[in-house]
């Protein structure tokens, strides 16, 4: 988590230094700003929650419920032509942390559900992945990871003089 953390905070330097003056990029920064700080808030919230507390399982779903919260809003913020592309896959990963949030809750809801509780850890998990994901991407890079297939393509199609009827081939790299 501490790579999280500190990935989390690579990208709120870089968003707050890496564009121009237009006012939605402002906005968009400030608002991805916004959302790493409070993830990373979050996070640390999450960790120090002493296990051993009476109140450890419901403090864990409250915080697992307004990261869920965290996470639509970061889905659901207006993204700006270069970055486009970044919201699906927090979209994703909204999704993903909304089910582990579930599944938490019914893993505790009568007892302790070990299938629920696995479930609910492999979500987690790959929202925080797709989260990562998100960071990597808005520092222009593509992330490494076995299970990422990367698509290319012109933005356009090159017609190379073709008749716009017939649009030439072109192939994922």
């Not at 970061?74 to 032509?81: F, G, K, N, T, V």
Request: hydrophobic share 40%; glycine share 4%; with cysteine.
């Amino acid at each position: 988590m501490k790579k999280i953390v500190f990935l989390l905070l690579c990208t709120g330097l870089f968003l707050c230094t890496g564009c121009g003056k237009s006012q939605q990029l402002d906005t968009f920064h400030d608002e991805m700003d916004s959302f790493y700080d409070s993830l990373s808030t979050a996070v640390v919230n999450l960790e120090n929650i002493d296990p051993n507390s009476e109140t450890a399982v419901e403090d864990m779903l409250a915080q697992l419920d307004n990261m869920t919260v965290l996470f639509h809003s970061l889905a659901s913020m207006e993204y700006p032509d270069p970055f486009e592309n970044v919201q699906e896959t927090a979209m994703e990963a909204a999704e993903y942390l909304q089910e582990a949030a579930r599944l938490y809750h019914e893993t505790y809801a009568e007892g302790y559900d070990d299938a629920l509780a696995e479930a609910a850890r492999e979500n987690y998990s790959r929202a925080m992945k797709r989260i990562n994901y998100v960071a990597i991407l808005l520092q222009g890079r593509y992330p490494e990871d076995e299970n990422v297939m990367i698509l290319s393509g012109p933005d356009e199609p090159d017609w190379n003089g073709m008749d716009e009827t017939e649009p030439a081939e072109t192939f994922a790299d």
